[in-house]
């Protein structure tokens, strides 16, 4: 599988984009990029990618938020399936936790935002390439 998937990596920091690049690469993953929610949309409705790895901040705030809603709720199902990855470091900056397991019982998982992960920045890269795999999985 990993010689043919296609992931996008979705981050305004292009440090963290060529790091990300360089872990799913040494795996034979195809990687594109984009530095915006917007570019991220067309180049979802264009290459069509198995997986996005998805920033929640960017330059227009919390973008990433709405992709997650536009690409699961505009695009033909067979596009809008694609497994989401959320990689952030939102948590840092505040106490909303997204995670089932840290959750405040608000939401069950998946109720707050439909992805099938998180992974928080600093990124680690034994984590980052066993979601990545397990999503991929799950998908097939």
Do not use: C
């Not at 010689?3 to 981050?11: K, Q, T």
């Not at 690409?71 to 840092?92: C, F, G, K, S, W």
């Amino acid at each position: 599988m990993a010689d043919s998937a296609r992931i996008l990596v979705v981050d305004d920091d292009p440090d963290i984009v060529e790091s990300l690049r360089l872990i799913l690469e040494s795996q034979s993953y195809e990687v594109l990029s984009a530095a915006s929610a917007e570019e991220a949309f067309e180049k979802i409705q264009a290459h069509r990618p198995d997986l996005v790895l998805l920033d929640i901040m960017m330059p227009e705030g919390t973008e990433g938020f709405q992709l997650v809603w536009r690409v699961r709720n505009e695009l033909p199902e067979d596009v809008a399936d694609v497994p989401i990855i959320i990689v952030t470091a939102i948590h840092n900056y505040t106490d909303l936790r997204f995670y089932p397991e840290q959750s405040d019982g608000t939401y069950g998982p998946g109720e707050y935002l439909p992805v099938q992960g998180f992974i928080d920045k600093p990124v680690e890269p034994a984590e980052l390439l066993a979601k990545v795999g397990q999503a991929l999985q799950q998908r097939n």
